[in-house]
């Protein structure tokens, strides 16, 4: 069995502790990998941000391209772009170069715009154009391609309150050049702002940096300066990023957290395997114990059966042949073969009563019954026969005991059993004692003796079927292994119940206890 049980242990065991081995050895790279995909996914936010914002602004430019290639005459064109940048409070304003070269730009402003000097303004502006000439001619590039792009410029001043965003008209045939100023705080305030509530809702936190001057928006109304997770650069202000983190855990507190309920799982699955192991070994345990029991039961009851009958038939086999001369002799050879025949019967009865109580098929014939009347009658046909071994048979009636519902019969046949038991293992000290009483609601029979004992080990496994056990006295003492579980069984029966009291050395006492009913 120990072989058994370290086998399942190593088959278990083995598996789990690689499979531990691997999960601790790929802890870190696993965490590599769920960060990447947890800083994906905040890349693919902060770049669904960047393409609203990109997508609201060229609506405006295309809306600004169309309404001037579709004009008539320059009144008309004057009059599209001063409607266009004051009904979009997302321009500051807007100036159209007729190429590069250009000096003399042509500016369009809100109403509510303030500005020192137009001729100042024209010049830093053309110089802006002229710096940035080489940036800003890839436009026509893209437009040649059939593709418009918007190329955000540099303003290089210190305030973050305006940004320029260049784009080429559409006319393959001009130079025109676009510029649209646009105050990024009102922007990111306005147009921005909801649309970062909407994406963050409660999982996320997106703030929108200026790294020069401190400016920070958050998606949140009640800001918790957290360090960004992820960060990108916001396209149409080159001078912002966006910063996205997620609320409550970080990246990491999660990928840990992942980690430690792998292992937490890992262990449960590994309590449960081992308690597994330990069910299946606690049952090929039973049931080679079983097995093994189930042999010595055929071992014994061939040699229980074997002997009576080998006395009964030599015995009848002398009277037969008339080898016994004298009356007297006849007589002692009668009484031998009565008792063989008796002893013969009780174990083929102890058998069957065993072999029909398995099946469920024994009938109990209940009544109301007099345990007194019962023991008494045990103590007159048993008496006779202990004294004559050398027992001390003692017997102490129950005074005013309330009847009981028993089956006559097995109820004897479990008292017999008991004390067929306490002669079998008592050689020094031969006494038996049956007490009759009351006790907590029941009314018990206790057969006690002062034989050899019971360990506390063996205890808990001599109600056992085919249980013997197999050290000292016991080890070379008649029997089927049967006796015991009989006298359970009909206390089972009986909704009743077995009390064991025993010390090695020093006797045992069983107490059968059934219900009173009163």
Known sequence: MKKIGL?????????????LYNELVKLSKDEKVLEEIYYNQLQAILFSVNQYSEDVVRSTVNEIISGVESSKDQKSENDILNTIVNENRKFSFIFIADSLEDNHLKFFFRNDFNFLNADSLNISYTHTLHLYKDQIQKLFEYRNQGYRKIEPVDLDNSSDQAALLVFAGTDKHTDRIYGAVINPQNFITEILSPRLQEVAKNEFIISVLNPATGYQYNSTKDFDKKPVQAQKPLWIFPD????????GKSIQDLVQERAVNNLILIGILFIVLIAAVWFVY??????????KAKADFVSNVSHELR?????????AET????????????????????RESNRLGRIVNSILNFSKMEAGKRKFNFAEEDLNEIVIQIYQNYSYHLYNKGFDFE?????????VMADREAVSEAIVNLIDNSVKYSTVNKFIKITIGNENNFVFVE???KGIGISEKDQKKVFDK??????????TTKGTGLGLTLVKQIMDAHNGKIVLKSKSGEGSSFKLMFPSGS
Do not use: Q
Not at 8 to 13: A, G, R
Not at 326 to 332: D, W
Not at 466 to 475: A, D, E, M, P, T
């Open 447 to 449: 057969i006690s003796d």
């Open 466 to 475: 085919f249980y013997r056990v197999s050290s000292g006295l016991i080890h």
């Open 307 to 315: 002997t009576p009958l080998s006395l009964i038939s030599m015995f």
């Open 282 to 291: 606690n049952t090929v345990k039973k049931e080679l114990e079983l097995s």
């Open 395 to 403: 017997y102490e009636p129950g005074i005013e005991i309330p009847k």
């Open 7 to 19: 086998i399942l242990i190593l088959i278990i065991i083995l598996p789990i502790a690689f499979l």
């Open 319 to 338: 009277l037969e042949m008339g080898r016994v001369k004298t009356e007297e002799k006849k007589k002692e050879y009668y009484s031998i073969i009565s």
């Open 240 to 247: 912002y990023d966006l910063g996205i983190s997620l609320v």
